[in-house]
């Protein structure tokens, strides 16, 4: 995919970039936005924030289904990330990865920003052996 910008006579071309932080949201902004979205992107790292949140495999399919649903154009690479919460099975996440189902995990710490309600409660957990965050 490329982007086309004419400049008095001249022309320059380059890639379209991909938005490393997207929130494309659910239901009916995601129909109303989404298709708007691969004019100017070549993909984008969806968050997992907008509820119900990316916790589950069937959730992350779901979202991804709707996302890929609603943007209605096949050269547009969803990258799906999971919701690192106390409880995320890190099995479920492994295996997401290791199939190019989902590229990553987002932190969110409790309460720090918008839909962060289900975040991880205590950071610590994220560098002590024998807790789920760790793990």
């Known amino acids: 995919m490329a982007m086309q910008i004419y400049e008095e006579g001249k022309s320059l071309f380059f890639r379209k970039p991909y938005d490393m932080h ?28 907008s509820p119900p949140y990316i916790t589950t ?12 649903s609603a943007v209605r154009y096949p050269g ?19 295996n997401s990865i290791r199939s190019k189902r989902a590229r990553g995990v987002k932190y969110y710490p409790r309460g720090g920003t918008t839909g962060s309600d289900q975040g991880v409660a205590d950071p610590s957990a994220l560098w002590t052996p024998g807790t789920k965050p760790y793990e």
Request: proline share 8%.
């Open 22 to 49: 997207h929130h494309p949201r659910r239901k009916g902004i995601l129909r109303l936005v989404a298709p708007m979205i691969p004019d100017r992107l070549a993909g984008a790292i969806i968050m997992p924030n």
């Open 76 to 94: 547009f690479q969803p990258l799906m990330t999971w919701y690192l919460t106390d409880m995320l099975d890190d099995k479920e996440v492994a």
């Open 57 to 68: 495999t069937d959730a992350l399919e779901a979202y991804l289904t709707e996302v890929i």
